[in-house]
């Protein structure tokens, strides 16, 4: 079939598509007509129910995944035009002219599971590995366990506390690599905000004896901090703030790394 030629009504999406995480990665066109207000993700929509190529192929349809619509669940976080973005609330019309071509790709660096889907446990991963991220499965210390929707956060935890996990910080950063390295700002973000819980739930759990609260505090802390100078760790920072340029909710990731920076120096004092 003879594909309709462009029109400046339209647009070109070219979408990197990839079968499994080990196939080799090529990109399909699709062709979407534009209509104001129209986001990545209705757009995307819209080729699922016709997966017609600008070839006039039909194809698998593309794998991706979208759900709240603002910025809540970041399922649906890819790259357009080389930065990451929520495709649940960027307008085609923002990023690509009437008859032009948008690259839609998947966040590489957290390992693609098919097309646009990616695998976002790499994320809580490295959170983890800098102890800032407490799991079912590595629950927080009991002698501090509190419900942390209970604890009323300093402005400084309220602020972190904004990180929607959505990864566009790995992903920007020239440092951080889908096989590993620097963790990315993300996880600085996740240690800081449970420094923040962890002072918190001090005065939360006042019926724990204080001495030693105040050490198993002290103790999970600059665990926290030792982990900020692993390998992957803050160290590996190249200060290239393209995570500052990225972050959907604007968190002033230069400082998260600066306090990251000088806490794990402030550790590697203490442990002389
Ligand atoms: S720090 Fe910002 S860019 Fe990074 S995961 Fe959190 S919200 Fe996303
Ligand atoms: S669909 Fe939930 S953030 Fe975009």
């Known amino acids: 079939m003879t594909p309709p030629p462009m029109h400046r009504a339209h647009v070109m ?27 990545i993700a209705e757009a995307l929509d819209g080729i699922a129910l016709h997966p017609m190529t600008t070839r006039g192929e039909r194809v698998t349809p593309i794998a991706y995944t979208w759900g709240c619509a603002g910025l809540g669940c970041v399922s649906c976080m890819l790259v357009a035009a080389r930065r990451p973005v929520a495709a649940c609330e960027t307008l085609l019309e923002e990023v690509v002219e009437p008859g032009g071509q948008l690259v839609l790709e998947p966040l590489g660096k957290l390992g693609v599971i098919r097309d646009l889907l990616v695998d976002s446990g790499r994320l809580r991963n490295e959170r983890v590995k800098l102890g800032g ?11 501090l366990a509190t419900d942390a929707s209970s604890l009323r956060l300093s402005p400084l ?74 390998a992957g760790g803050i160290h590996e920072c190249g200060d290239a703030q393209r995570c500052l340029a990225v972050c959907p909710v604007h ?9 990251a920076a000088r806490d794990a120096i402030a550790q590697s004092f203490r442990r002389r």
Do not use: W
């Open 133 to 143: 991220f407490s799991t079912p499965e590595e629950p927080a210390s009991p002698l």
């Open 13 to 39: 999406l070219r979408v990197r598509r990839q079968d499994s995480p080990e196939a080799m990665p090529y990109f399909d066109e699709f062709r979407v007509t534009l209509a104001p207000r129209l986001t």
């Open 157 to 230: 935890g309220e602020l972190l506390s904004r990180c929607t996990r959505c990864g566009a910080c790995v992903e920007a950063c020239p440092e951080t690599r889908a096989e590993g390295g620097f963790v990315g700002a993300a996880a600085f973000v996740a240690s800081q905000l449970a420094d923040a819980r962890d002072l918190e739930s001090e005065s939360a759990a006042a019926h724990v004896a204080t001495s030693l609260l105040a050490t198993a505090r002290a103790t999970r802390r600059s665990n926290r901090h030792l982990a900020l100078a692993h």
């Open 251 to 259: 968190l002033p990731l230069d400082e998260v790394l600066g306090r």
